[in-house]
């Protein structure tokens, strides 16, 4: 007997991290921007078993369902606000401005996302403006890899995506099936079109390899499998090779320009921390994981609807340049979501959280840095 119908039969396995596409440029003087690289940036775990710049992952899909292991969609990410929009080509689900109607922006006030709006696809003007694009979150096992749980792979290469469901459906078409098989995954070059120039190019694409005879995938596609349920794929984030169809270098540094000018917006100058007793809560800067004092009053927690803007408890300096390192540009919708509260500014936000919200969103902010790095 089920205890509880619909949750207690469920099961999950944890997600143990996100491995890149590309590598943050840093140049004096401009915002950071992703650069596409020819391996697998990956984290330590990772590069203990296959180096510093793999190739080549051994990988197992956990499950049929493409919606799960192999999700794919237009998406839109604000430049302030993380993801705003993701469709089909027919539909879209759409964060909307609900003082003027339009999409959410940097100066939007209030939010609501709505469901079943048209979505034109690649006639869309944010796609011709490269402001959307088509992503595929890949997640997967790496079974040499310590650790029981799914890694994540983000791509907006349309040839990536068109290799990964291709090799997918011929391994399907052979076997009937493809999770639990043991497969490859890798980055490998491929010549296309620069759309500005018309000439060609060599970029670094996802295929789905098996590394056996035919005879030796139908032997191993009939050993036993374990049926397991995950959850949706993060896809608060773009991914670090969505700009390469954007054509030139400084059309990717333009737009990653913009990414820290909203920051600066969200950020003003004038921000500071008041504080009449300090609590010690263990944390980490962007340069180094030292312990850091965070500041924060002693006083009773208040209901979530009476909660008024304050004076930030938190170091702010501290959670600009957390926030800087990680690229969380969704931060303040994150805030909205899990503590219901509003504001212009993250400062604001914060400023209006219990000092218990404000502990737990500093451990929520330290555990991405640790993952981060």
Same mark, same amino acid.
């Given at each position: 007997?089920?205890?509880?119908?619909?949750?207690?039969?469920?099961?999950?396995?944890?997600?143990?991290?996100?491995?890149?596409?590309?590598? /943050?440029?840093?140049?004096?003087?401009?915002?950071?921007?992703?650069?596409?690289?020819?391996y697998f940036v990956c984290p330590p775990e990772v590069t203990a078993v296959?180096?510093?710049?793999?190739?080549?992952?051994?990988?197992?899909?956990?499950?049929?369902?493409?919606?799960?292991?192999?999700?794919?969609?237009?998406?839109?990410?604000?430049?302030?606000?993380?993801?705003?929009?993701?469709?089909?080509?027919?539909?879209?689900?759409?964060?909307?401005?609900?003082?003027?109607?339009?999409?959410?922006?940097?100066?939007?006030?209030?939010?609501?996302?709505?469901?079943?709006?048209?979505?034109?696809?690649?006639?869309?003007?944010?796609?011709?403006?490269?402001?959307?694009?088509?992503?595929?979150?890949?997640?997967?096992?790496?079974?040499?890899?310590?650790?029981?749980?799914?890694?994540?792979?983000?791509?907006?290469?349309?040839?990536?995506?068109?290799?990964?469901?291709?090799?997918?459906?011929?391994?399907?078409?052979?076997?009937?099936?493809?999770?639990?098989?043991?497969?490859?995954?890798?980055?490998?070059?491929?010549?296309?079109?620069?759309?500005?120039?018309?000439?060609?190019?060599?970029?670094?694409?996802?295929?789905?390899?098996?590394?056996?005879?035919?005879?030796?995938?139908?032997?191993?596609?009939?050993?036993?499998?374990?049926?397991?349920?995950?959850?949706?794929?993060?896809?608060?984030?773009?991914?670090?090779?969505?700009?390469?169809?954007?054509?030139?270098?400084?059309?990717?540094?333009?737009?990653?320009?913009?990414?820290?000018?909203?920051?600066?917006?969200?950020?003003?100058?004038?921000?500071?921390?008041?504080?009449?007793?300090?609590?010690?809560?263990?944390?980490?800067?962007?340069?180094?994981?030292?312990?850091?004092?965070?500041?924060?009053?002693?006083?009773?927690?208040? /209901?979530?609807?009476?909660?008024?803007?304050?004076?930030?408890?938190?170091?702010?300096?501290?959670?600009?340049?957390?926030?800087?390192?990680?690229?969380?540009?969704?931060?303040?919708?994150?805030?909205?979501?899990?503590?219901?509260?509003?504001?212009?500014?993250?400062?604001?936000?914060?400023?209006?959280?219990?000092?218990?919200?404000?502990?737990?969103?500093?451990?929520?902010?330290?555990?991405?840095?640790?993952?981060?790095?």
């Amino acid at each position: 007997m089920c205890p509880i119908k619909g949750l207690s039969e469920t099961r999950r396995l944890p997600r143990l991290g996100k491995i890149h596409l590309g590598v /943050k440029v840093e140049k004096p003087g401009k915002a950071p921007y992703p650069r596409a690289t020819d391996y697998f940036v990956c984290p330590p775990e990772v590069t203990a078993v296959y180096g510093k710049e793999p190739k080549r992952l051994d990988v197992i899909i956990p499950v049929e369902d493409e919606e799960i292991w192999a999700n794919q969609y237009y998406r839109q990410y604000s430049r302030s606000r993380g993801l705003v929009c993701k469709g089909d080509g027919e539909f879209c689900r759409r964060m909307i401005d609900t003082k003027t109607g339009d999409i959410a922006g940097r100066e939007t006030l209030a939010v609501d996302w709505r469901e079943g709006l048209p979505c034109p696809g690649r006639n869309c003007p944010d796609y011709k403006s490269n402001a959307c694009q088509e992503v595929m979150n890949l997640q997967f096992l790496l079974p040499k890899v310590a650790g029981l749980g799914v890694w994540q792979i983000d791509t907006g290469s349309i040839n990536s995506i068109l290799n990964i469901n291709s090799d997918a459906e011929m391994i399907r078409a052979m076997c009937g099936h493809v999770a639990w098989i043991p497969l490859t995954l890798s980055l490998e070059p491929t010549e296309v079109i620069n759309p500005d120039d018309g000439k060609k190019k060599t970029v670094h694409c996802l295929r789905l390899r098996y590394n056996g005879t035919a005879e030796d995938l139908l032997k191993a596609s009939e050993q036993p499998r374990l049926q397991v349920l995950l959850g949706k794929p993060v896809d608060d984030e773009p991914p670090d090779d969505r700009l390469l169809s954007m054509g030139t270098p400084e059309k990717k540094e333009e737009f990653h320009a913009k990414v820290q000018d909203d920051v600066d917006v969200l950020w003003p100058q004038d921000d500071s921390v008041n504080s009449s007793t300090t609590v010690t809560i263990s944390v980490g800067t962007p340069e180094k994981t030292e312990p850091k004092e965070v500041k924060l009053k002693k006083e009773k927690p208040s /209901k979530p609807e009476e909660v008024t803007a304050t004076e930030s408890k938190i170091d702010l300096q501290w959670l600009k340049e957390a926030l800087e390192q990680l690229q969380w540009t969704d931060c303040g919708e994150y805030l909205m979501n899990k503590y219901k509260v509003k504001g212009s500014r993250i400062s604001e936000m914060v400023g209006k959280l219990t000092p218990e919200q404000q502990a737990e969103f500093v451990s929520e902010v330290q555990r991405r840095l640790d993952a981060d790095r």
